[in-house]
């Protein structure tokens, strides 16, 4: 009988195309990849919950540069791993490193999530974070009062208000006028109000993360930056501290 041929150990693939094994990691960043938060040395570890060891070219046709195509990018920054949404692999130069660890898969739908800016204090005296949903809310257009007052933005409010109310001894179809443009204004600035508001009271944009609400990007901003407090939850708090009455009822 003829002596059965033994087989060779192949070499590592990425199990699904056949091709070898690779990751992929930012060695330069381009204004895209700023846009969205990313950094040097930040390295992919799945498309859409699924782990990715396929290289550049197989990057390249899932996230086309026609920005044909949303997915969610698992990106690993230290120990942290973190979601964000693209619809390009153009972020910058990626480099070939070594292939991610196998991780169990949880598919991810990129039209269940949303982009979420986050910010942060640089005064170590007041350790807070905020954030705002990227996509362009649609209150903002509708109900611009309600969503500037709702996102404290309360100078635009001001401006808002004000304009209206001397508009209105023209007439009332002219303040309706006056009500409707702002509100157009707003809509279409609405991140840029938003983040220059928050910069202008000492915070400043560190990351941007995908989360299907804000609950859940809180929840990942606490996780990347452990020693930071809501904005809002540490006024309450330091108000609380403020007032003796309430501190001792609290104690």
Sequence with gaps: MAKKPTEQPAAETDGVSGLMATGLSLAQVNPAGASLGLQKGDTLQAINGVTFTQGIKT??????????????????????????????????????????????????????????????????????????????????????PMWLAQTRLWSALATQVALVALSLPVGMWVAGVVYAVTSLYVWRASRALFRA??????????????????IAAREVCEMMEPDLTYAFLYREDAEDQDDPDKAMAGG
Excluded at 61 to 84: N, Q, W, Y
Excluded at 199 to 213: C, H
Aim: hydrophobic share 40%.
């Design 59 to 144: 990057l390249r046709e899932r996230l086309p540069s026609d920005h044909s195509k949303l997915c969610v990018l698992t990106i690993r920054r230290g120990a942290m791993d973190f979601d964000v949404l693209t619809d390009t692999h153009e972020l910058g130069k990626w480099a070939d490193v070594a292939p991610p660890a196998e991780r169990p898969n949880k598919r991810l739908n990129p039209k269940a999530l949303c982009n979420w800016e986050l910010f942060k204090s640089t005064d170590e005296t007041r350790p807070v974070y905020d954030l705002q949903p990227l996509p362009v809310p649609m209150m903002a257009l509708i109900a611009a």
């Design 197 to 214: 508001d928050r910069i202008a009271q000492g915070l400043t944009p560190f990351a941007v993360i995908a989360a299907p609400n804000e």
